[in-house]
């Protein structure tokens, strides 16, 4: 579904990622995994042309991804993102949130009235709260609503940065477990980025393992156990575990 070939992007002096080739199949959990500035929101937002590679090409379903803005927005259409926190408008409901892109795309009022309700079934979120305002949601809610958003135009592929990451652990728990329900039941395309070994294992089929803008290595988590690539790997893996051990 994406193909990275070379990418790289530099901020000013800073290297966020260096050159990188990927290919992220169809139909599966892709987890971006790595320790803070290791470049993996940098990816993601290469990938639904947020950024602009500064060497390189991005390919989306086999096509490179245009430089032209009405062409990126067109195949960005296709995409669903969510990020920390929702990234919810915060004078908008949360009604008004999740279909505000299908209101400027002039969907009927009832297509977008049966694509909600199906949302919120999916996501179990409470009904009686779509008339509310972000500020009025509790943190999961407005998770919630922010992963409404990015289905509610049914596209190909679910671009996730962190969307859990500021959530206490009981919320995160259910979310996790939600999420996972979710991305079974709709087989989509997902690209999952957290710095969670533990959320990784749960939510994730494919991990990509970064440090410092380059991938250390790929492949399912038990390969990355069983036959490190680099010393880091093996390092990255018990550090979670331990800390995990310790929240525990």
Same mark, same amino acid.
């Given at each position: 579904?994406?193909?990275?070939?070379?990418?790289?992007?530099?901020?000013?002096?800073?290297?966020?990622?260096?050159?990188?080739?990927?290919?992220?199949?169809?139909?599966?959990?892709?987890?971006?995994?790595?320790?803070?500035?290791?470049?993996?929101?940098?990816?993601?937002?290469?990938?639904?042309?947020?950024?602009?590679p500064d060497t390189g090409r991005v390919l989306f379903?086999?096509?490179?991804?245009?430089?032209?803005? !009405?062409?990126?927005?067109?195949?960005? @259409?296709?995409? $669903?993102?969510?990020? #920390?926190?929702? /990234? &919810?408008?915060?004078? *908008?409901?949360?009604r008004q949130n999740v279909d505000l892109m299908a209101?400027?795309?002039?969907?009927?009022?009832?297509?977008?009235?049966?694509?909600?309700?199906?949302?919120?079934?999916?996501?179990?979120?409470?009904?009686? !709260?779509?008339?509310?305002?972000?500020? @009025?949601?509790? $943190?999961?809610?407005? #998770?919630?609503? /922010? &992963?409404?958003?990015? *289905?509610?135009?049914?596209?190909?592929?679910?671009?996730?940065?962190?969307?859990?990451?500021?959530?206490?652990?009981?919320?995160?728990?259910?979310?996790?477990?939600?999420?996972?329900?979710?991305?079974a039941r709709l087989g989509k395309t997902v690209v999952?980025?957290?710095?969670?070994?533990?959320?990784?294992?749960?939510?994730?089929?494919?991990?990509?393992? *970064?440090?410092?803008?380059?991938?250390?290595?790929?492949?399912?988590?038990?390969?990355?156990?069983?036959?490190?690539?680099?010393?880091?790997?093996?390092?990255?893996?018990?550090?979670?575990?331990?800390?995990?051990?310790?929240?525990?």
């Amino acid at each position: 579904m994406f193909e990275l070939e070379g990418v790289s992007k530099r901020f000013g002096v800073t290297q966020a990622l260096r050159p990188v080739s990927l290919k992220l199949p169809p139909g599966r959990t892709t987890v971006l995994l790595g320790p803070s500035g290791c470049g993996k929101s940098t990816l993601l937002r290469l990938m639904n042309g947020l950024l602009r590679p500064d060497t390189g090409r991005v390919l989306f379903d086999g096509q490179p991804l245009a430089s032209e803005q !009405a062409a990126v927005l067109a195949v960005r @259409q296709r995409m $669903g993102y969510a990020l #920390q926190g929702g /990234g &919810l408008f915060p004078h *908008l409901t949360a009604r008004q949130n999740v279909d505000l892109m299908a209101r400027h795309l002039r969907w009927p009022e009832a297509r977008r009235q049966a694509r909600l309700a199906e949302l919120v079934e999916l996501t179990r979120f409470p009904a009686d !709260a779509l008339e509310r305002f972000p500020g @009025q949601l509790s $943190g999961g809610q407005r #998770q919630r609503v /922010g &992963l409404m958003r990015a *289905l509610m135009l049914e596209p190909d592929v679910l671009l996730l940065d962190e969307p859990l990451g500021a959530l206490d652990p009981m919320v995160r728990s259910e979310l996790q477990a939600d999420l996972r329900t979710i991305f079974a039941r709709l087989g989509k395309t997902v690209v999952l980025v957290t710095h969670d070994l533990a959320e990784a294992a749960f939510l994730g089929e494919h991990m990509v393992l *970064l440090r410092e803008g380059q991938v250390v290595q790929e492949g399912p988590l038990s390969e990355l156990e069983a036959r490190p690539a680099d010393p880091f790997v093996t390092r990255f893996i018990q550090a979670q575990r331990l800390l995990t051990e310790g929240r525990g």
